[in-house]
């Protein structure tokens, strides 16, 4: 499962047009094999409950952990964006840090502000839209084989923010409306995701828009599964923890991580026959 996974095929008569900036020769981002959606999943796991894991223990509150992932994440964004090519450390870690600020930007319009979960999952889809939109506006493509120009990248990385924000904001109202436990939920978006394989591959949708909601799907699949794990037995979780939960999926995230690194199965072939260079 490499290249029929939603995403890694060009949609028919898609054009990538050199862009007037600076083009590099390697895409910044991996290729969508079967480890991606693994991690993709993984990482909006944590995101989950590492949140409420910062929210509860660093005695910050909501606003100020929002502000110090924030940094952080500006930080290793500032280090992706030097990068020439895609390297799945630092990819890897922006991924997990945009799922924890992601859920924290949901969990501040709601908790702090009062927004209502209507409101900021609509105020998400249009603000995803809007970036879809500029991106095949100004590039002409929405291909995530091509991601090699900063100004691509600048519409990924801010497409991956709202697609965290969307998946928790939507998630969470959809739990909210049919209130059907965190194991049932799991299964609903798993079938969501389901049926968008079973559109691609069988009704022909489009592999470019599959592959975005697919990894809309991931956020509230992930978030689902890692209530579950962490939540009290008298919740309907298996009483995990937060702590637990987060070591244990951060730890199957870096030993994934470390496999692709050494054997770079998700990087396209011109750069996998290239030595490494930053």
Not at 1 to 21: F, N, Q, Y
Not at 63 to 82: C, E, H, I, P
Not at 192 to 205: C, S
Not at 206 to 214: L, M, Y
Request: charged share 15%.
């Amino acid at each position: 499962m490499t290249a029929d996974l939603p995403g890694a095929v060009e949609a028919p008569g898609t054009s990538h047009p050199a862009p007037t900036g600076r083009r590099l020769r390697w895409n910044k981002v991996p290729e969508v094999t079967a480890y991606f959606w693994v991690i993709k999943v993984l990482c909006t796991t944590v995101g989950e409950t590492a949140a409420d894991l910062l929210n509860e223990k660093l005695g910050l509150g909501l606003t100020g952990v929002s502000l110090l992932m924030s940094v952080l994440l500006v930080a290793v964004l500032v280090a992706q964006f030097r990068t020439r090519a895609y390297r799945p450390g630092i990819y890897w870690l922006a991924v997990a840090l945009i799922s924890v600020v992601g859920t924290l930007i949901s969990d501040n319009l709601t908790d702090n502000l009062g927004v209502p979960l209507e409101t900021s999952t609509v105020a998400f889809a249009v603000a995803l839209v809007v970036v879809f939109v500029a991106w095949y506006r100004s590039e002409r493509t929405l291909s995530i084989h091509h991601v090699d120009t900063t100004r691509r990248e600048s519409f990924y990385w801010l497409a991956v923010l709202f697609t965290f924000a969307l998946g928790t904001a939507a998630g969470d109202l959809v739990a909210e409306r049919m209130d059907l436990g965190y194991w049932l939920s799991a299964g609903l978006f798993a079938l969501a995701i389901a049926a968008v394989a079973v559109a691609h591959f069988a009704l022909g949708l489009d592999a470019v828009w599959s592959f975005w909601v697919a990894y809309i799907l991931t956020r509230p699949l992930g978030a689902s599964i890692g209530d579950y794990l962490s939540q009290p037995t008298a919740d309907g979780g298996l009483g995990l923890g937060t702590v637990i939960t987060s070591v244990l999926f951060l730890a199957v995230i870096l030993g994934l991580v470390v496999f692709l690194t050494v054997t770079r199965r998700d990087v396209s072939d011109p750069e996998r026959l290239t030595p490494q260079a930053s």
